[in-house]
């Protein structure tokens, strides 16, 4: 790889096709896809209704710039927010293009309507957050990894404990225009809060006059169990980013959608992007939202999850995990220190057995198959870390 810059430390394997919750190597070898792109690929590789909406498009329109509309933007951001209960859509390409819209119109909306005085504006986020890699967006972590290096940082982020509405209520004052947090924190490992905590963090911001703005780029569009991770605690956001399986796992389709007054402040001229919004990325998110929109994926996901949940309890119960914490088709899980096994060995153990997984940090593997797999598969994954953290155990 000397011509490819190190910034990620692969598995090794060399990926040359994928169809459903498969995918296949170099050396004619299969493996179950249990990361699915981060949720990018949530209705597996290569979904039959997403191919064709995206070969449609490719024989008839696939990019135009904001420059120009066309007929497929406003049917887009029409289905999107219908599907997500929001009001209006501001698409963007990645996710954390979606997070930089956020914390834009969120600064614009607290000068202009709050009356927070020019240059004061705060944000409040959470530890252990991840919200992707920009300058500004390494500014909101305390992960030295993302973070150190990188300098000088964008100043106007509080970052208080997760999980703690307290901390965020002490950390909120009148300079506070938004509190950006994810419902759940995927790249942390799947940390999913107290239940009191989304509902408190919106009595927050009500009172103090600021947006609530949820991250579901990672926990959005069925993966939760749910449209939204949002929808289990009948929390409303005033701004929800999307990305990752929005694009079909296709093309890099965002979006922050929310509310109209609040994104009505980023009038002509103030914020953009050249691809947001393409036709073909706009064939593919509406190809999305059908798939989404009779919720059977998201019932799949809770279904599905109950499995995972049950036969990652019996690892807990057996001592193989120290932890699992799960939600809809969703784990974070700690392996039992006694093991001696971090989370990358476990990953690499698991690849030999057949099975694509992702460690986070430590000893803490993520799985979030897609949505799509079938129960015997996911049995099959199950079995297999199983079978991985045995001999492990037998080994040490
Ligand atoms: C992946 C992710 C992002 C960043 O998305 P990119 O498309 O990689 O820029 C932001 N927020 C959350 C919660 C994510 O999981």
New binding site residues.
């Given amino acids: 790889m000397r011509h490819l810059a190190p910034n990620y430390q692969p598995l090794d394997v060399v990926l040359t096709a994928g169809e459903g919750a498969w995918v296949s190597d170099t050396a004619g070898r299969h493996y179950l896809d249990c990361l699915a792109g981060?949720?990018?690929l949530n209705f597996g590789h290569r979904h039959p209704a997403l191919v064709a909406a995206a070969q449609r498009q490719l024989e008839r329109l696939t990019l135009t710039s904001r420059a120009f509309t066309h007929d497929l933007l406003e049917p887009f951001a029409h289905a999107v927010t219908d599907l997500t209960g929001t009001e209006m859509l501001l698409p963007m390409?990645?996710?954390?293009?979606?997070?930089e819209t956020a914390i834009k119109a969120a600064r614009k909306w607290g000068y202009e309507v709050k009356g927070v005085p020019a240059g004061r504006a705060s944000i409040v986020v959470a530890s252990g957050?991840?919200?992707?890699?920009?300058t500004t967006?390494v500014s909101m972590s305390d992960d030295p990894q993302a973070r150190d290096g990188f300098g000088p940082y964008t100043p106007g982020f509080r970052i208080v404990p997760y999980g703690d509405a307290d901390a965020a209520a002490r950390a909120i004052d009148e300079t506070t225009v938004a509190v950006i947090v994810?419902p759940v924190?995927?790249?942390s490992g799947v940390i999913v809060p107290p239940d009191t905590y989304l509902p408190r963090l919106r009595r927050l911001c009500d009172d103090a006059g600021s947006l609530l703005v949820l991250?579901?780029?990672?926990?959005g569009l069925g993966r939760a169990g749910s449209t939204l991770a949002q929808d289990l605690t009948g929390v409303r956001a005033d701004l929800t980013?999307l990305?990752?399986a929005l694009g079909g796992g296709i093309v890099?389709v965002?979006a922050v959608v929310g509310r109209g007054d609040v994104l009505d402040v980023l009038t002509p001229g103030t914020h953009g992007s050249t691809f947001g919004g393409n036709p073909l990325a706009c064939a593919v998110g509406l190809a999305v939202v059908d798939l989404l929109r009779p919720g059977t994926l998201q019932a799949r996901a809770r279904e599905l999850g109950r499995m995972l949940r049950d036969r990652t309890d019996a690892m807990v119960a057996d001592g193989l995990l120290a932890r699992a914490r799960t939600v809809g088709l969703w784990a974070g899980l700690d392996v039992e220190s006694s093991l001696g096994l971090t989370g990358r060995q476990t990953c690499e153990l698991l690849a030999d057995a057949g099975v694509l997984a992702k460690d986070t940090h430590g000893r803490t593997i993520r799985l979030a198959p897609p949505l799509i797999i079938d129960e015997d598969d996911l049995d099959l994954a199950m079995t297999r870390l199983r079978e991985v953290l045995l001999s492990a155990r037998d080994r040490a």
């Fill in positions: 981060y949720s990018a390409n990645t996710g954390a293009e979606a997070v957050a991840f919200h992707g890699r920009t967006i994810e924190q995927g790249e991250d579901e780029i990672q926990s980013t990305g990752k890099p965002s």
